[in-house]
């Protein structure tokens, strides 16, 4: 069964998340981050003192959490024992410990199982780092964006400056490539293109012309349905 779910994979501040945003907004389709999941998750376990290097904690932590999945404004959100987090997912200290509660099998497979669930909300527009090739390995289009060290570094550090102040581009560019190392060689579920996505490099693009390529590549794949 081929499920109708644009696939949008590749490491972090590649821009995948907003073209992601902006293509399922265009086409009218219900927009999924995969990440905040993952992050929501590891900000939960790490709110209980959870170590990163402590699998067997961090599953059980998982075990006693009520996640909830719910579509606001054509966007899935996250909701752990009642609460919403936002900006709490986003902070330092959860980017650098969501790795470690990725790459626990366990947390894997939960995951997978409620992203594969969101089918029931509609199209989707899925963005993370094993939509294409685990999660809907029979997705109807698979794109993986990727752009230059220097670019990405680029792009995270003006995420992550406080206003009017500046990140240090170079620690954010060793942050970034300690991610992709841990992203890349985990062995469940390993950050890869998926042997039919359509690889973009975005460097050097701006969002709207990496949405465009998307559309016309999806458009090509509907009229051949």
């Given at each position: 069964m081929s499920h109708d779910v644009i696939a949008i994979d590749g490491p972090s501040a590649s821009g995948k998340s907003t073209v992601a945003r902006k293509v399922a907004e265009r086409l009218g389709r219900v927009y999924v981050d995969s990440g905040a999941l993952y992050r929501s998750i590891a900000w939960k376990a790490m709110s209980t003192g959870c170590e990163a290097g402590n699998p067997a904690g961090i599953v059980a932590a998982l075990g006693v959490m009520n996640v909830e999945c719910v579509v606001v404004n054509r966007?899935?959100?996250?909701?752990?024992?009642?609460y919403e987090p936002a900006a709490e997912i986003r902070t330092e200290q959860v980017s650098g410990y969501v790795s470690a509660v990725a790459a626990v099998p366990e947390v894997?497979?939960?995951?997978?199982?409620?992203?594969?669930?969101?089918?029931?909300?509609?199209?989707?527009?899925?963005?993370?780092?094993?939509?294409?090739?685990?999660?809907?390995?029979?997705?109807?289009?698979?794109?993986?964006?990727?752009?230059?060290?220097?670019e990405r570094a680029r792009r995270r550090s003006v995420e992550l400056a406080a206003?009017?102040?500046?990140?240090?581009?170079?620690?954010?560019?060793?942050?970034?490539?300690?991610?992709?190392?841990?992203?890349?060689?985990?062995?469940?579920?390993?950050?890869?293109?998926?042997?039919?996505a359509r690889v973009i490099d975005t460097t050097g693009l701006g969002i709207d012309q990496v949405v465009e390529a998307i559309l016309y590549r999806v458009s090509e794949v509907t009229a051949c349905l």
């Open positions: 966007a899935v959100r996250y909701r752990v024992d009642g894997r497979a939960a995951v997978t199982k409620w992203l594969r669930g969101m089918t029931k909300f509609g199209p989707l527009v899925m963005e993370g780092r094993d939509i294409g090739t685990v999660v809907f390995p029979d997705a109807r289009a698979k794109f993986y964006l990727d752009a230059s060290p220097e206003p009017g102040g500046q990140a240090d581009v170079t620690r954010v560019m060793s942050a970034l490539a300690d991610r992709d190392r841990r992203d890349r060689g985990r062995k469940t579920a390993p950050l890869a293109v998926a042997g039919d």
